[in-house]
């Protein structure tokens, strides 16, 4: 058996689980990039982390694709709009990983951990 040692930049499943989670219940919208007709999916978000979000749906993606969320946080009023690449998907479940946030949403999404963290 291999020894868990991992290259320099690999991501393990354990690194990528630095960040706590927190449960989240909200309406969540997801887009694909490039297509011609623009669908959108609705969904329901399980958790957030600073890092990404889980939710559930019935219809999925293959991971690596990349897509727009928009989902609503209770720290702003507007509904949240960020990218993200699809990590993981176990049944209707799908892992979401946030790619190039700005200073902005950056703020909002650790506002949005924090302000959970209290809750639970």
């Known amino acids: 058996m291999a020894p868990m040692n991992y290259p320099e930049g690999h991501q393990s499943s354990i690194e990528a689980r630095r ?3 927190y449960e989240i219940d909200a309406e969540i919208h997801v887009a694909m990039f ?4 623009q669908e959108v999916m609705r969904g329901r978000a399980l958790n957030i982390s ?3 979000v889980a939710g559930l749906f ?3 993606w293959d991971a690596g694709t990349t897509v727009n969320l ?3 946080v209770p720290v702003v009023s507007n509904p949240l709009s960020v990218d993200a690449v699809v990590r993981s998907r176990s049944d209707y479940r799908y892992g979401f ?3 190039e946030l700005n200073p902005v949403q950056r703020e909002i999404i650790g506002k949005t951990c924090r302000t959970l963290a209290l809750l639970q």
Do not use: L, N
């Open 58 to 60: 019935v219809t999925g």
């Open 97 to 99: 990983e946030f790619v």
């Open 50 to 52: 600073e890092t990404g």
């Open 19 to 21: 960040f706590p989670r």
């Open 70 to 72: 928009k989902f609503s």
């Open 34 to 37: 490039g297509r011609a007709k």
